[in-house]
């Protein structure tokens, strides 16, 4: 089945514990892309990804980083929480960026950070 | 990217079309219109998308006026499970193939 899945789904912690969210999608698919989501604010994206090792920023890139060594594989790493970081996080990907690619989107991750 | 209007939240009868109208207005001639929904904090799901023409998948029906302003989604049978936040996108590509969700529209399939 063709899917996008991340790891974990829910997930607590503290303030300035290093966490990654993984993302993998099994569709061969060359765009991937990172998104958050918070009430009143809709839907923001961090991180996009055009292909292996080709990563840039998108609208609220501060306090994450990503990584690209695989096709399959685009992790959110959050270096040091902060609260403001509590969110619900959504992994995207797409063939390519041409504008008559549907994205597909992973289950979401809700993460809590105290 | 041109920006949405829809309606803050609809109900529909169960196994009734549900229409659902957006209105992007300043709309280019190159940007696609897409649907996409959300059921209860899940991933965002795509529906259907298009340019200028009609679009019918196995999922809705997707109607753009012929200037392009508006459009309406159509769901032909609606049933519970289409419970569920309605996002109207105009997008176009570039670099970061982002898709700006807007607020969209609640649409509460009654029984």
């Known amino acids: 089945e063709a899917q996008v899945t991340q790891n974990p789904r829910y997930l607590i912690t503290v303030t300035g514990k290093k966490l990654t969210v993984t993302c993998s999608q099994n569709?061969?698919?060359?765009?991937m892309s990172w998104y958050r989501q918070d009430p009143g604010l809709g839907l923001r994206q961090i991180y996009y990804?055009?292909?292996?090792?080709?990563?840039d920023k998108g609208d609220v890139p501060e306090g994450y980083k990503v990584s690209r060594k695989e096709k399959r594989n685009f992790p959110l790493i959050l270096e040091s929480p902060s609260p403001n970081q509590t969110s619900l996080y959504f992994c995207?990907?797409?063939?390519?960026?041409?504008?008559?690619?549907?994205?597909?989107f992973g289950p979401g991750t809700r993460l809590t950070v105290l | 990217d041109a920006k949405t209007t829809q309606p803050t939240s609809m109900d529909c009868a169960e196994g009734r079309a549900a229409n659902l109208p957006c209105n992007h207005s300043?709309?280019?001639?190159?940007?696609?219109v897409y649907w996409y929904r959300q059921i209860h904090s899940q991933g965002p799901q795509y529906i259907i998308h298009?340019?200028?023409n009609n679009e019918t998948n196995e999922m809705a029906s997707l109607i753009i006026t012929e200037d392009r302003k508006s459009s309406t989604l159509i769901l032909p049978h609606a049933t519970l499970r289409d419970t569920a936040v309605y996002y109207c996108?105009?997008?176009?590509?570039?670099?970061?193939?982002?898709?700006?969700f807007g607020t969209g529209t609640l649409l509460a399939v009654q029984p």
């Open positions: 569709m061969n698919h060359e765009y």
């Open positions: 298009g340019l200028k």
């Open positions: 300043t709309i280019s001639g190159n940007e696609y």
């Open positions: 996108i105009v997008r176009v590509g570039g670099a970061t193939n982002k898709l700006i």
């Open positions: 995207a990907s797409s063939p390519g960026r041409d504008r008559d690619n549907e994205q597909f």
């Open positions: 990804s055009m292909n292996v090792e080709v990563t």
